[in-house]
């Protein structure tokens, strides 16, 4: 069995897990990328620590990540379940609504941008125009971290409904009919029987997201770049500033590091929850 | 002659090993490859990399070929990345001397001096740029250009209001304030697609509010960040955004939108630098009825008059791994012909305007670009006469640039005060200090 695993136990190993020891190995240099690395101890985490715009970014992925536990999980759930009610609008709504995700990222920021936020070429430039006073959010240091988010959750939340409503799909037909039956009206039948028929399907989406909201770095980086006055920074682009413009990659191992260690708790977390799913089904 | 399938799979590797040749390769006609990474460029910007420089170097002999692949916006992070690895071009162009830095100081690239000597490049350069490339007595990279932040106006509006160009603060916050009033931006200016555009105003602020002499002694440790002089620059910074002089929507407009606002008289003048010569989106023509330009005038009392402030846009040094040093020496001898200057600067105007000694008027006169040609004098009697300021992304080292741009924007939007601002840039300057990490000083003249 070990022999059908080696090939992709190899290439993990080679490019996930060699990386990753040498990231967390730089953490404890100082290195600015071309030079001889120094050996800097916890340095590098002091001085993090004592970093205010460190601590605003983490606030900012706290922030990021109680977004997108919500907003787009809502929206999707809602949206699965109406159009497991309608099956004749499925195949039309589900494709409009999972467009965002396949336009590339740079391409949907360049729009919000440009097309819609810019007071200059954007809707909010028509509204302006038309005697709506509404200023740019992303140049609000603010408002800028939720207009990012607004953009990625417009990417986002289509993919969602439409993994929940193929879990919603696998439940049984009887048991919704069932339900029906027995007077269970739309929000009934959601709380009831749609919700805890997917529940595997959204813990491993609600991990995932928690994962993926500490590495959030694209559309940050693409829309607003972590500013205005770091008002969207997030551990990414800091570490990401840190390496390549700042040349401290050691800095930016550091901060690798702590996004990482929110990653492993949240996987950490759904081990726990599937070790306990499996008890419980023995 | 037909393959057969196997011949077919085994000519897979060969042909994958032939695309990535390594240095030190040689062309088809035997010549052997330089090779060149170029980082970002427009479409006039490559056809004139194209024509004036690949194809005429390729042209010009037969012992070398000059191959450039146009890198893009990370070209930086990709030749660290690279020349740690020992896979470079042969040809290490940086994006100026506090880039170059970090690279020179880490042996990455070759001691330039024996082709100095050979092509005596230390008499044709105009020293103060080629002394930003000096580590430790040796010289480690050509400047391919100077730069310099300027103040576009759109002379049309001055002329329609009356207004003359300020040659002081009071005077440039006099046509400041009768702009604001008639409903047009003071200065256009917008950072939504390059947050550089911060360092740039800043530039203008520390040199010309609190003088290129300050400037200079607290880049050099005698004076520190926190000194008066600088506090009344940022403070005056803040001022002028927190009055609307940059306009309402600084963090919104591109760099090309906010000035177009200038050249379509919606905003009145720019700090700009020369670089804007070469972008024809910008609206710049060749004569230009509408817009002019000059030096930036004094913002304080440390000086009276205008200052240019001194820039290398990037500097060029040959990788230590290089395969083929001599060729690339051959591709820096060629950039400093005349037929290579002339061209380039009529089809990219300001972006290889290589810092000779000698530019006599008539290597520019053929370019038809007026404004250029007499910006491009006044820089070169400037530089050669030592009377300049310093630009932050040549003379700031990375972490300190970096946060200038970055936290005067806290400033701006009053999320902290000036002092701290500037207490924070000082302990990052002495660490970088300490470090070695501070680019060479050039000296200056009053």
């Given at each position: ?70 907003v787009p999980v809502c929206l999707a759930l809602v949206m699965a379940a109406a159009l497991l009610m309608a099956p004749k609008a499925r195949i039309v709504v589900q494709s409009i609504i999972f467009l965002p995700r396949i336009i590339?990222?740079?391409?949907t920021?360049?729009i ?38 607004a953009v990625d959750i417009w990417h986002w939340w289509g993919f969602l409904a439409v993994v929940f409503l193929a879990a919603m799909r696998q439940i049984?037909v009887?048991?919704i009919?069932?339900?029906r039956?027995?007077?269970?009206g739309f929000f009934?039948l959601f709380?009831?029987v749609l919700l805890?028929g997917i529940?595997?399907t959204l813990?491993?989406m ?77 | ?446």
């Open positions: 069995m070990w022999l059908f695993a080696l090939p992709a136990l190899l290439i993990n190993i080679c490019i996930i897990l060699v990386p990753a020891v040498l990231t967390f190995t730089a953490a404890f240099f100082i290195w600015d990328g071309v030079g001889t690395p120094v050996w800097a101890g916890l340095a590098n985490f002091q001085n993090m620590a004592a970093d205010p715009v460190f601590w605003s970014a983490l606030t900012n992925n706290f922030i990021w990540t109680a977004i997108f536990l919500t590339a990222v740079a391409v920021g360049r919000f941008q440009g097309m819609i936020f810019s007071p200059a070429t954007g809707i909010v430039a028509w509204l302006n125009e038309h005697g709506f006073s509404i200023s740019d959010p992303l140049a609000d240091p603010d408002r800028s971290l939720y207009a990012v988010a049984s009887d048991q009919e069932a339900a039956l027995d007077g269970a009934a709380r009831y805890p529940r595997p813990t491993l609600l991990i995932l997201t928690v994962i993926w909201s500490f590495q959030v770095f694209e559309f940050i980086f693409i829309v607003t770049r972590g500013g205005p006055a770091y008002g969207s920074e997030v551990l990414a682009t800091f570490a990401y500033r840190h390496a390549f413009f700042e040349g401290d990659v050691g800095q930016a191992a550091a901060a690798a590091c702590v996004m990482s260690l929110f990653g492993l708790c949240a996987t950490a977390i759904y081990l726990w929850l599937q070790i306990t799913d499996d008890a419980q089904s023995t | 002659m037909t393959m057969t399938r196997r011949q077919l799979v085994a000519s897979i590797p060969a042909a994958a090993l032939a695309a990535g040749l390594p240095r030190g390769a040689y062309a088809q006609d035997g010549r052997k490859v330089v090779t060149f990474w170029f980082g970002q460029a427009n479409s006039d910007g490559q056809a004139a990399l194209r024509n004036d420089l690949v194809e005429a170097f390729n042209a010009s002999q037969d012992k070398y070929l000059l191959q450039l692949e146009v890198k893009g916006a990370a070209v930086n992070n990709l030749l660290k990345v690279a020349l740690v690895a020992g896979n470079g071009p042969d040809i290490v162009q940086t994006a100026g001397p506090a880039y170059l830095t970090a690279i020179a100081n880490a042996g990455q690239v070759l001691p330039l001096d024996d082709f100095a000597g050979k092509y005596k490049w230390k008499e044709r350069f105009l020293a103060p740029l080629l002394n930003t490339s000096v580590y430790g007595g040796k010289l480690y990279a050509l400047p391919r250009d100077y730069e310099s932040m300027h103040l576009f106006y759109n002379k049309e509006l001055f002329k329609q209001n009356g207004w003359k160009l300020p040659t002081n603060r009071k005077e440039m916050e006099e046509v400041a304030d009768a702009a604001l009033a008639k409903g047009i931006i003071p200065f256009g200016a917008g950072n939504a697609d390059w947050k550089g555009v911060n360092e740039w105003l800043m530039t203008v602020f520390f040199n010309n509010v609190a003088g290129p002499d300050n400037v200079r002694k607290a880049l050099s440790g005698e004076l520190p960040w926190t000194a008066p002089p600088f506090v009344e620059a940022v403070e005056l910074s803040k001022a002028w955004y927190n009055k609307g002089y940059f306009g309402k929507n600084y963090f919104s407009l591109t760099i090309e939108q906010s000035f177009l606002q200038v050249v379509n008289a919606k905003a009145a003048m720019a700090f700009s630098g020369t670089w804007s010569f070469g972008t024809k989106s910008y609206g710049m023509s060749k004569p230009d009825t509408v817009m002019d330009v000059a030096p930036t005038p004094t913002l304080g009392s440390a000086f009276t008059g205008s200052l240019v402030h001194l820039a290398c846009g990037a500097t060029l040094s040959i990788a230590k791994t290089s395969q083929n040093v001599e060729g690339a020496a051959a591709v820096f001898e060629f950039m400093l012909t005349r037929k290579f200057y002339e061209a380039m600067n009529r089809d990219w105007p300001g972006k290889w305007a290589l810092p000779v000694k000698d530019l006599p008027p008539e290597m520019l006169s053929g370019i038809g670009y007026p404004l250029f040609e007499k910006t491009i004098a006044n820089l070169h009697e400037a530089f050669s006469k030592g009377q300049y300021g310093f630009t932050t992304w040549t003379f700031w080292p990375g972490a300190t640039n970096s946060y200038l741009i970055e936290g005067i924007e806290q400033v701006w939007l009053n999320k902290i005060t000036p002092d701290a601002y500037l207490t924070r840039m000082q302990t990052l300057f002495s660490q970088e200090a300490r470090e070695g990490k501070v680019p060479p000083l050039p000296p200056r003249t009053a």
